[in-house]
């Protein structure tokens, strides 16, 4: 079964700061890897699709890259604003558009 | 938000009585699901539909049921409710081609079981 990691589960930031939000996965066989993110009391709203021939994808601000070899996936945040404060949630996708989640990283960042 | 309405966004229910969500979109996805996202347990798939008529079931499908008679229709119905079933109910929807899998998700509804 696959087995999705998000590690943080929790990262307090300053404003202004980069960082970085990790996933990793167990197998390799997937077609495609999803970021969303989450504020409380929400629904999850995209944020990146990797299909699996490429190895990154850029929104703004984010960018997230795709290792499938080594099953890690991560998300870049620039310059970061307390408005990105949320949670932030990878999913990876395999056959029959199945989805599998991880738990998540809890984001503040802090004025 | 891709056009997906859920409804009711919130419910309270007495264990034991049959209850049933609505999920609606509006822009003729082929694929819908049902999670359940739990403290500590992240999304869980409920069951998934690929078509009208055509549903599967998730990991978590004991006591629910679901239902597509049109495109754009899925109904998940928990028989007899429990308080376990307690929870954050969503609704997601996908094109479904192996290229585009991108998927969408409804705002959630919040459901007690008291």
């Known amino acids: 079964k696959q087995e999705v990691t998000q590690i943080p589960a929790a990262l307090s930031v300053p404003e202004g700061e980069n960082l970085v939000l990790n996933c990793s996965f167990t197998d390799s066989a997937i077609y495609n890897l999803q970021w969303f993110r989450q504020d409380p009391g929400k629904g999850l709203t995209s944020l990146l699709l990797i299909q699996s021939s490429q190895r990154e994808q850029t929104s703004g601000r984010l960018n997230a890259s795709l290792d499938k070899s080594s099953g890690r996936s991560t998300l870049y945040i620039a310059a970061s604003q307390p408005g990105d404060s949320a949670t932030y949630l990878c999913?990876?996708?395999?056959?029959?558009?199945?989805?599998?989640f991880g738990t998540g990283t809890s984001l503040t960042v802090i004025p | 938000d891709a056009g997906i309405t859920q409804s009711p966004r919130h419910k309270v229910t007495e264990t034991g009585t049959p209850v049933t969500l609505r999920c609606h979109q509006t822009?003729?996805?082929?694929?819908m699901y049902w999670y359940r996202q739990d403290p500590g347990h992240g999304l869980r798939l409920i069951h998934y539909?690929?078509?009208?008529?055509?549903?599967d079931k998730g990991e978590v499908s004991d006591g629910y049921s679901v239902s597509r008679s049109k495109t754009e229709d899925f109904l998940l119905t928990l028989e007899s409710a429990t308080s376990s079933q307690t929870s954050v109910y969503f609704c997601a929807v996908t094109d479904g081609s192996s290229m585009n899998t991108e998927a969408f998700f409804g705002q959630g509804t919040r459901l007690t079981v008291v």
């Open positions: 822009e003729n996805h082929r694929y």
């Open positions: 999913a990876v996708i395999r056959t029959g558009n199945q989805f599998y």
């Open positions: 539909s690929y078509g009208v008529k055509d549903t």
